[in-house]
C-alpha cells in the first residue's frame, strides 16, 4: 500500500493562527411574519459558547467579548448542561447578593455560585418553533420577561438536546426595532418581592 501513495508535507503552524467556525448565516432583515428559525442561533449551524462552572465572571466576561454573545452555557466535562450565565447577570445584583451572603471578593465568585441552574430554566420546543413565526417568539419573550430563550428537541433516546437559543438583541436588530422585556420583568420582581414580603 505504500508504495501507491506519496507523504505530504508538513510546515510549523504560524503564530497567531485561529481555525475555522462555521457562521450561521441569518437574514439581514426579517417581519413579524418571517419563520422564527430566521431569528434563532441554531447549533447545529453555529457551536454554542459554553464554559466551565470554575470559571470567573471576569473569564464569561472576556469570553462574551470575545465571542460577540451574552450568554454562555455551563457545562461539565461531559458538556451536560449545569446552567446558563447572561451579562446581566455578571453586572447585575447577583454577584452582590452571593457575596453579602458568604462574603468575599467578587474575583472569589464562580459561574456556578450565580448562573441559573438547568433546572430553573425554562425552554421551548424546536417542534412548534419549526411552525412558529418572529411575532410569535416576540411576544412569548415579552411575556415571560426574558432576553434569552433556549429552544430544544430531543435525540434518539428522547433526551432534551439544546438546539439553540432567541436573543432579543438579535431579533432586534433583524426587525429594525427595539425589544424592551424589562417591563414585564420589572412587574414580575415587583410581584415576587411583594408575595416574599
Given at each position: 500500500m505504500s508504495?501507491?501513495?506519496?507523504?505530504?508535507?508538513?510546515?510549523?503552524?504560524?503564530?497567531?493562527?485561529?481555525?475555522?467556525?462555521?457562521?450561521?448565516?441569518?437574514?439581514?432583515?426579517?417581519?413579524?411574519?418571517?419563520?422564527?428559525?430566521?431569528?434563532m442561533t441554531d447549533f447545529t449551524k453555529v457551536a454554542a459558547i459554553t464554559m466551565g462552572p470554575c470559571a470567573t465572571l471576569s473569564a464569561a466576561e472576556q469570553r462574551m467579548i470575545a465571542s460577540g454573545v451574552r450568554?454562555?452555557?455551563?457545562?461539565?466535562q461531559s458538556n451536560a448542561i449545569l446552567g446558563i450565565i447572561t451579562s446581566t447577570d455578571l453586572h447585575g445584583d447577583r454577584p452582590l447578593k452571593y457575596l453579602q451572603e458568604v462574603?468575599?471578593?467578587?474575583?472569589?465568585?464562580?459561574?456556578?455560585d450565580i448562573m441559573t441552574p438547568a433546572d430553573k430554566l425554562e425552554v421551548l420546543y424546536m417542534v412548534d418553533v419549526e411552525n412558529a413565526?418572529?411575532?410569535?417568539?416576540?411576544?412569548?419573550?415579552?411575556?415571560?420577561?426574558?432576553?434569552?430563550?433556549?429552544?430544544?428537541?430531543?435525540?434518539?433516546?428522547?433526551?432534551?438536546?439544546?438546539?439553540?437559543i432567541f436573543s432579543t438583541k438579535q431579533i432586534s436588530k433583524q426587525l429594525g426595532i427595539n425589544i424592551d422585556t424589562t417591563e414585564v420583568a420589572k412587574t414580575f420582581a415587583e410581584l415576587e418581592m411583594a408575595l416574599t414580603a
Open positions: 508504495e501507491n501513495y506519496t507523504t505530504l508535507p508538513y510546515s510549523s503552524l504560524s503564530n497567531g493562527s485561529t481555525y475555522h467556525r462555521p457562521p450561521q448565516r441569518l437574514p439581514d432583515r426579517v417581519t413579524a411574519d418571517s419563520a422564527a428559525t430566521d431569528v450568554l454562555l452555557l455551563v457545562t461539565d462574603g468575599g471578593k467578587r474575583e472569589d465568585i464562580f459561574l456556578r413565526k418572529v411575532g410569535h417568539i416576540v411576544q412569548t419573550m415579552k411575556r415571560v420577561g426574558r432576553q434569552h430563550a433556549l429552544v430544544v428537541d430531543l435525540d434518539g433516546n428522547k433526551q432534551q438536546m439544546v438546539r439553540g
